[in-house]
């Protein structure tokens, strides 16, 4: 199977929130669509290894922050490569939460939706989340931001480095799943996270 045809289908990007009881937490996904308009109805994947996940299945409660064009690296790379298990992703930022409770983006976004878990589906790596949409606003008029815009215009090119060390693995960077050996395949697909090899950094000997 050829995993790069997989890139032609179309991502939006949003940082899904949570909270189960005074524990908070945001993190950055990819995989959301509308299943559903009346009710109106999403469904949302996510990592199950992910701090977030275990809170959405304690409290059946997110909300999804539709990303906009002018979010910067450093927003993606704080909700989304760091795990909320080692760190306090939301100790020094001050987000705005919905009716429930739940953080949202209060700065590069475009909109808002409040979410209630209906079902939920262990799909092995990730768990399927369907919801009804309790509540959702507009916050700006900027343009949503798609995950093929993130990859040409926000996520930085990898440097060029010359090491004398030797190259025993490479670590995603998204998930810590460890691939054993020192050439990564260029078409290579984290079958965790399912981030490509740009996403990877080695680990030395």
């Not at 050829?2 to 950055?28: E, H, P, Q, W």
């Not at 909700?79 to 306090?88: A, E, L, P, T, Y």
């Not at 995950?147 to 996520?155: G, H, L, R, V």
């Not at 440097?159 to 260029?186: D, F, H, M």
Request: hydrophobic share 35%; proline share 4%; charged share 20%.
């Amino acid at each position: 199977m050829d995993k790069k045809a997989l890139y032609s289908l179309s991502y939006g990007v949003f940082m899904l929130g949570t909270r189960s009881g005074d524990k908070k937490n945001g993190c950055i996904t990819n995989t959301c669509f509308q299943t559903a308009n009346d009710p109106v109805r999403v469904a949302v994947s996510v990592i199950n290894a992910n701090y977030s996940c275990d809170l959405i299945k304690e409290s059946g409660l997110f909300t999804l922050s539709v990303l906009s064009e002018n979010v910067s690296f450093e927003t993606i790379k704080h909700f989304g490569m760091q795990s909320g298990r080692s760190v306090d992703k939301l100790a020094d930022i001050s987000l705005p939460e919905d009716a429930a409770g739940v953080p949202y983006m209060g700065w590069s976004a475009c909109a808002v939706l409040s979410c209630k878990v209906l079902q939920s589906i262990d799909l092995g790596s990730h768990t399927l989340f369907v919801a009804e949409v309790t509540d959702a606003k507009s916050l700006s008029d900027d343009a949503p931001l798609t995950y093929a815009y993130y990859q040409s215009n926000i996520k930085p090119k990898p440097e060029k480095k010359q090491e004398t060390r030797a190259i025993k693995a490479w670590r995603c960077r998204i998930c810590n799943y460890v691939y054993e050996g020192s050439q990564l395949p260029a078409d290579f697909l984290c079958p965790i996270c399912g981030h490509d090899a740009s996403d990877f950094e080695p680990v030395y000997e």
